[in-house]
């Protein structure tokens, strides 16, 4: 049976990937930056707090250099051994990230721990500076990568991380602000806790989907059964079994299946009408459809409720 083969148009993206390149490469050296002034006053100040903002901001410039690597690695084209591009690239890297968030939350939190419960002296003032510092300068890398996080689940997940990191300095602010004013020695180490929950908990949330997508789940807005709904409503197809839906990379999704057409049913317009289904109606951008009389093929298989069969 002949195997039709079709691709849906691809989105175009207005920002250039040269120029976006610049942006990340600029984000990642003022993130470097910060983490040293951050990691220098955490020691001086003696306050787990910002050295935990630190190790944080430390992880967004390590993700942002993942990220930059497989930005470039990404666009390389298909090859005879990667027959579908280098498209999840950016996927992997971005597992590669959170997992490296998780590991860092269960640090933070035990040397939190450990913190509240032998309070150490803190010096509040240069904590609120540094902790401004880190303020700014977090706002100033969500900025770059704002546009940039339209386009790239990994960049988006790093313009997240980013307004978190905000929201961590804010709390570093006001935790300085205790023990300057009030010399409140828990608010640090409550606040690293606060910090390594956050953490964490952005971790887990943002991996679900890259998981689902590198274990080749379907859309989550897009349900195979569906899909299967519409292919059968279209004249001439009587019956769709084997049907596959899974997305290649943030971007594109993939369906493959084969129809049982009616007798007298002309393949080639029966398969381009479903696939104009497919594309108009559900983005699909890459098909495989393989046409089956009763008589041939595997159409005369028990169907079951699996999408697989």
């Known amino acids: 049976m002949p195997h039709d083969h079709g691709h849906g148009s691809h989105r175009h993206h207005h920002v250039v990937p040269e120029a976006g390149d610049r942006k990340v490469a600029l984000a990642i050296a003022v993130n470097l930056l910060l983490t040293v002034a ?9 306050s787990v707090a910002l050295i935990a903002d630190a190790v944080h901001n430390l ?27 280098y498209g999840r690239a950016e996927l992997v890297a971005a597992l590669v990230n959170y997992t490296t968030l998780v590991v860092i939350s269960v640090w933070l939190g035990y040397e939190g721990t450990v913190r509240l419960l032998d309070p150490p002296e803190v010096a509040g003032g240069i904590v609120i500076v540094l902790a401004a510092l880190a303020l700014a300068i977090d706002l100033v890398t969500a900025a770059l990568t704002w546009r940039l996080s339209k386009e790239s689940a990994n960049i988006r997940a790093a313009f ?7 929201a961590t300095s804010v709390a570093v602010i006001i935790g300085g ?3 300057w004013v009030w010399d409140w020695r828990l608010a640090d180490p409550l606040i690293t806790l606060g ?14 989907p890259v998981i689902r997508i590198l274990m080749l789940g379907a ?5 195979a059964d569906e899909l299967r709904r519409a292919m059968e409503g ?7 079994h084997h049907l596959h839906l899974w997305q290649m990379d943030e971007r594109r999704t993939s369906v493959e299946a084969h129809l049982v057409l009616a007798d007298g049913a002309d393949f080639a317009e029966v398969v381009h009408r479903v696939k104009r289904v497919l594309t108009d109606r559900f983005g699909v951008s890459h098909s495989t459809l393989e046409p089956e009389c009763r008589t041939a093929g595997c159409a005369d298989a028990a169907r079951s409720g699996s999408t697989g069969r």
């Open 38 to 46: 951050q990691i220098v006053g955490g020691l001086i100040s003696g």
């Open 59 to 85: 992880s967004d410039a390590v993700s942002l250099i993942i990220a930059f690597v497989a930005r470039r690695i990404a666009r390389r084209p298909a090859d005879g051994g990667m027959s579908f591009g």
């Open 160 to 166: 997240l991380h980013n307004l978190a990191d905000a």
């Open 177 to 179: 602000v205790l023990i």
């Open 195 to 208: 910090i390594a929950g956050w953490i964490l908990w952005q971790a887990l949330v943002e991996a679900g």
């Open 219 to 223: 859309p989550p807005e897009m349900e």
């Open 234 to 240: 279209e004249a001439g197809v009587e019956e769709v």
